[in-house]
């Protein structure tokens, strides 16, 4: 590992999935400043023991490396933001780390995890529905979710993206040019390449598949290939998803209020510095007094 002038710091983005941490991830790989894990869902954080971190595997560190960029998924539901943090704390990066919240409209994010869950992770819709109902409930209480953290670390540690700001080639370079002047880095130059990740079809892995990709992401050997080669690789063993076949009511699923409570809070939701949000955003979120 090559050694930088000083420490990095680290970067964890999180959101559900087909809510933007991909092209996020894609935007930040594009600065020498910044050092994204080399698996889309690394989760050294959340499944490695605290005792085991920080572990540097998977990171192209360079000399000018200031950041150690993790993205993930997995921070959306309740019970993994607890065991997150929870280890972040136990290793003491917490208040030394910065977060990203990628969070995208409530009822889209509702029927595309509903998707997520009764097709990739192999749950039944007659069989399951208390999990899956429970666990939509819960991926889309951003509230809570950004609560949890400000309750522990300052809102100027803390930067949400709305998922509306991420489908423009345009918005992009906006946003990308404002977590540049958050995280103190010279400014990146998004590409057209990275603009076209939203566009495309999305590919998901099969259950069974699924496990054993998860486990290959774990191995230095797969984490170290070069990106398009892992990028074909996923191609290869991945299908097409097509949300609009999904027979989804939301109202069947959500629970209303929270609903409503939520589509409130992104509709107000502007990307940025949570301490630059609208006040109708912060004042929902303050810090606590045990907060960094």
């Known amino acids: 590992m090559i050694k930088t002038s000083s420490n990095p710091s680290w970067?964890?983005?999180?959101?559900?999935?087909?809510?933007?941490?991909?092209?996020?991830s894609s935007i930040l790989g594009l600065s020498p400043d910044i050092s994204v894990h080399f698996a889309k869902e690394p989760n050294d954080f959340i499944d490695r023991l605290p005792s085991e971190l920080p572990n540097f595997s998977g990171y192209q560190i360079k000399k000018?490396?200031?950041?150690?960029?993790?993205?993930?998924?997995?921070?959306?539901?309740?019970?993994n933001r607890n065991y997150f943090l929870e280890n972040l704390e136990a290793v003491g990066l917490l208040c030394s780390s910065r977060f990203i919240f990628s969070l995208r409209e409530p009822r889209a994010l509702s029927k595309s995890y509903f998707g997520h869950l009764t097709r990739q992770s192999g749950l039944d819709p007659?069989?399951?529905?208390?999990?899956?109902?429970?666990?939509?409930?819960?991926?889309?209480?951003?509230?809570?979710?950004?609560?949890?953290?400000?309750?522990?670390?300052?809102?100027?540690?803390?930067?949400?993206?709305?998922?509306?700001?991420?489908?423009?080639?345009?918005?992009?370079?906006?946003?990308?040019?404002?977590?540049?002047?958050?995280?103190?880095?010279?400014?990146?130059?998004?590409?057209?390449?990275?603009?076209?990740?939203?566009?495309?079809t999305a590919?998901?892995?099969s259950a069974p598949?699924?496990?054993?990709?998860?486990?290959?992401?774990?191995?230095?050997?797969?984490?170290?290939?070069?990106?398009?080669?892992?990028?074909?690789?996923?191609?290869?063993?991945s299908h097409k998803i097509n949300e609009e076949t999904i027979r989804f009511d939301v109202e069947e699923w959500v629970n209303i209020i929270r609903l409503k409570d939520?589509?409130?809070f992104f509709n107000n939701l502007v990307s940025g510095p949570l301490d630059n949000s609208p006040s109708d955003v912060l004042s929902d979120c303050l810090p606590q007094s045990d907060a960094c």
């Open 11 to 24: 970067l964890f983005s999180y959101g559900m999935p087909k809510s933007g941490t991909t092209t996020l």
């Open 64 to 79: 000018t490396t200031k950041y150690l960029a993790d993205f993930s998924t997995q921070y959306g539901t309740e019970l």
């Open 126 to 200: 007659k069989k399951d529905a208390s999990i899956i109902s429970n666990r939509i409930n819960s991926a889309i209480d951003y509230r809570s979710s950004i609560n949890l953290l400000t309750a522990i670390v300052k809102p100027s540690q803390i930067f949400v993206v709305n998922f509306n700001d991420l489908m423009e080639l345009d918005s992009q370079q906006r946003l990308a040019n404002q977590l540049c002047v958050w995280l103190g880095v010279p400014p990146i130059k998004v590409m057209e390449v990275v603009r076209r990740n939203t566009a495309k």
């Open 203 to 205: 590919r998901r892995y």
């Open 209 to 237: 598949i699924d496990k054993l990709i998860s486990s290959m992401r774990r191995i230095n050997l797969v984490r170290s290939l070069p990106p398009n080669v892992r990028s074909s690789i996923s191609y290869l063993l």
């Open 262 to 264: 939520s589509e409130s």
